[in-house]
């Protein structure tokens, strides 16, 4: 969001005698740059929902391949061990949690968010309210991603075992996952230090603004 956009239409306005349009005017900005801001934050839940949807699948094609026979068929294979097919199902159960406390989480926002809203008033304190709960979901966005990176190692742990590939080429595996741990908390400190906050600070000027 620009805020000198917004900026340019409030310095107008002060300058207006009907203030009724030039608020108008400000109000149809604002909401066009907060559709354009929850898309950006749907790509990422669409990330997420993608990514636990590869998950689901390997995880169920690696049990369905097991329960059919094929593994026992297979010369370079193995049917599963007993602790291998829990981990599965943890690993399985890693991801789907990850994937439904962002759907939870934004489903919550979105009821807290449901009440009309007919003046630039309400629709700023939504708009801030909404950015306000981005932040805090990402007040701890490294172990949020533990689990879904530890159902990951899980996962490539069972793969190895039944191929035959020796444990000690896990540990390389390990260090990559830890490496892409870290650079994708990174990542989103990053997006949350450039992209987000930056528009509260923005938003709270302006209401701040309106109130005087």
Not at 132 to 159: D, E
Not at 182 to 188: A, I, T
Request: charged share 20%.
């Amino acid at each position: 969001m620009q805020f000198e956009d917004l900026q340019i239409i409030w310095n107008s306005q002060e300058n207006q005698t009907f203030y009724g349009v030039n608020e108008k005017g400000l109000h149809n900005l604002l909401r066009r740059k907060s559709k354009r801001f929850r898309r950006l934050i749907f790509r990422q839940h669409l990330q997420t929902y993608g990514s636990t949807s590869v998950m689901l699948v390997a995880v169920s094609g690696l049990l369905f391949l097991n329960g059919s026979g094929v593994l026992e068929r297979l010369d370079s294979c193995r049917v599963l061990f007993g602790w291998e097919f829990v981990a599965l199902l943890v690993a399985l159960v890693c991801w789907l949690q990850f994937a439904f406390s962002v759907y939870l989480g934004n489903r919550r926002q979105k009821e807290r968010e449901q009440c009309e809203s007919t003046s630039l008033r309400d629709d700023l304190d939504k708009e801030i309210n909404q950015i306000k709960y981005q932040i805090k979901t990402r007040s701890h966005i490294m172990l949020g991603f533990i689990p879904p990176y530890f159902g990951s190692a899980l996962w490539i742990s069972v793969v190895f075992g039944v191929t035959g590939i020796s444990d000690w080429a896990l540990i390389p595996i390990v260090v990559v996952l830890i490496i892409a741990l870290v650079f994708e908390s990174r990542c989103q400190r990053r997006f949350l230090e450039r992209e987000i906050v930056p528009v509260l600070a923005e938003l709270e000027t302006l209401r701040e603004k309106l109130s005087h």
